[in-house]
DNA sequence: CTTGGAAAGTCAACAAGGCTGACGTAAATT
DNA sequence: AATTTACGTCAGCCTTGTTGACTTTCCAAG
């Protein structure tokens, strides 16, 4: 599998490889987001929705600001989503106590409950697929996804990868 | 890597394993739309226009219901995106011959300058990506990722995959 | 102590791109 | 002749993104 010098087996490079690769993103990508869309189509909420709760349980108390680096929108669309979440008490924001400009974000029992739903639908789907491909399949499905972002994404993805 | 039959070996399969793959998407994709996007904000079309080009350039003179089923949006979406580009002579649509219902759609010489422009962004990024992680990586990631679809976008995507 | 600036929140307006429902037309099929 | 299919279109709605302008709160530096 090792290139050699003449760079005969640099195929897996060809404009026709890289073709297939982007479709397998396309079309994998409806496939990972289908399972909470479903979920939550009919509640009030939708993906947006779903990515601040993904977020906000995986570092609680997480600010305002580190949220809005995360997800890469504005303080105002995100701010729409916040309030509907903390008005229907899913989420709790806590004025900081060393700063208290800040707010500190964290999930209900309620939020906690939504958030355990739309996971574990999202992980039966992943862990299906990890199974069909195998370890091997797993660790360069994360190698070429890792290369793939930006790199302040990939910044941020590794600081949640350890962090946690 | 191998699992044994207590099955030690299916730490790929926990939850925080699974939770890493869940976010390297997310971050992932963000990458993998970002250069098209780039390129498209000015003009006035979107994601949605890039993947219009991107399938009727992989399959020409596919028809609007073919599209329709690979995009899987409603009718009414798509024309609106479709309208434009055949306004602004990027795509051409073609009654069709055999039956006059269908109409055939084709990148005219500019939509196929556009295309050229947008794929090549998309696949740079690919191209870095594959290299940085190697083959035997890129193989992995195609198979989780065909193991991600629904069974429909799977028979989608395989149909294009060996079609083309 | 005052003031500058950062963090957060709010209001208004807008755009892209999804959706549904209803309707029309041409062509194929039964 | 009647029905179905493929496509187009109008109207209206929703989510989720955007900018711009503004206020409140608070920390920190002069």
Redesign the interface.
Known sequence: ?A?TAGGE?LL??T??????????????????T?DPDRILEGMDYGRAHH?AI?FIH?SPGTTVSNLLSIL?VTKQSLNRVLRTLIEDGLVRSEKGRVDARERHLYLTEKGLILEREL?DA??A??????????????????????????PE??R??NR??EG?
């Open positions: 599998m290139e087996a897996f490079l404009d026709e490889q890289l073709r297939k690769g982007i479709e397998a993103m396309f079309f994998a990508y409806r496939g990972f289908a990515r993904h995986r890469g996971s999202q992980r789907r992943m862990r299906a697929a990890y199974r069909t491909a195998g370890p091997a399949a797993v660790a360069g499905f994360r190698q070429v996804l890792e290369a793939m972002m930006d994404m990939r941020q993805y949640l990868k946690g």
